[in-house]
């Protein structure tokens, strides 16, 4: 799952890291679930969307 993660970031920027690893911390301690590629796409689909914390940061990854 790590280089999973890593290949989706693309952008190895420290940062990035960051955010994507406390999302899903989140979403473990929320839903209880081990992570997996299906938990890792939907946090980065939550992370891209308009309505998040993040979406800035991201605004690159978003699909035309």
């Known amino acids: 799952i ?3 993660i890593l ?3 693309t952008w ?5 890291i960051q955010i994507i690893v406390d999302e899903l911390f989140e979403y473990y301690e929320e839903h ?3 992570i ?3 938990s890792v796409e939907l ?3 939550e992370i891209v969307k308009s309505k998040s914390n993040h979406s ?3 605004e ?3 699909k035309d």
């Open 2 to 4: 790590i280089e999973y």
């Open 7 to 9: 290949q989706k970031t």
């Open 12 to 16: 190895l920027i420290p940062y990035y």
């Open 32 to 34: 209880e679930k081990t």
């Open 36 to 38: 997996d590629k299906g």
């Open 43 to 45: 946090i980065f689909r």
């Open 56 to 58: 800035d940061y991201f």
């Open 60 to 62: 690159n990854w978003k």
